[in-house]
């Protein structure tokens, strides 16, 4: 079954304590991305990779870090979080080379955190 | 740039009405296009696509979306909600060659009421 996982679904932490989300997916696809949502605002998409050890900033990637040394993963990385980025996270992954009808991009459960 | 305009912020219909929720884009080109459903507490489902050819799109779920490349519209319909129907949905675009962003919309959030 065509799957994008992340962990953990839910997070509570404080001001300054390093975490990592992690991401993964079986679908053999180049591209990934992460996107965070809040109300009134949408999605934005936070970081993107092409393809391994390709990645690019979205539209607000202030206090993220991403990387992809493997296909299957993308882990999002807040080096020092802070209370505004309590926000809920999704990751996706795409199969924009497979190209037509077959780029869809799929997106995994989402991530809640919250961080005092 | 691509960009995505969802008028709505939210609608409420009655269960077994039809429904049309917006989408208007800006690109150069024909875009791809996308519309995703996110249940409360869910993740992204994709409803449907269109990338060429039939310019109405059907879905899963009972929906379907027309592509009116004059009016730089996707807008999204059903003949008749369900009260399960009830959720955010997002329009989205992307370029055909693939190797940009989808770009979305802020959302719509569709209430259904007895």
């Known amino acids: 079954e065509a799957q994008v996982t992340q962990n953990p679904r839910y997070l509570i932490t404080v001001t300054g304590k390093k975490l990592t989300v992690t991401c993964s997916q079986n679908m053999n696809h180049e591209y990934m991305s992460w996107y965070r949502q809040d109300p009134g605002l949408g999605l934005r998409q936070i970081y993107y990779s092409m393809n391994v050890e390709v990645t690019d900033k979205g539209d607000v990637p202030e206090g993220y870090k991403v990387s992809r040394k493997e296909k299957r993963n993308f882990p999002l990385i807040l080096e020092s979080p802070s209370p505004n980025q309590t926000s809920l996270y999704f990751c996706?992954?795409?199969?924009?080379?497979?190209?037509?009808?077959?780029?869809?991009?799929?997106f995994g459960p989402g991530t809640r955190l919250t961080v005092l | 740039a691509q960009s995505v305009t969802q008028p709505d912020i939210h609608i409420t219909v009655s269960e077994g009405a039809s429904l049309e929720l917006r989408c208007n884009y800006s690109?150069?080109?024909?875009?791809?296009l996308f519309w995703y459903v996110q249940s409360p507490g869910q993740g992204l489902q994709l409803l449907l696509k269109y990338f060429s050819g039939d310019t109405l799109v059907q879905g899963i779920k009972g929906f379907e979306a027309e592509f009116k490349r004059s009016q730089s519209s996707f807008n999204l319909r059903k003949p008749s909600v369900h009260w399960s129907d009830a959720a955010e949905y997002f329009c989205a675009v992307g370029a055909p060659s693939g190797n940009t962003p989808l770009v979305f919309g802020k959302g719509t959030r569709l209430s259904v009421i007895a």
């Open positions: 690109y150069g080109a024909t875009p791809y």
């Open positions: 996706a992954s795409r199969s924009w080379r497979a190209g037509g009808g077959r780029d869809t991009q799929y």
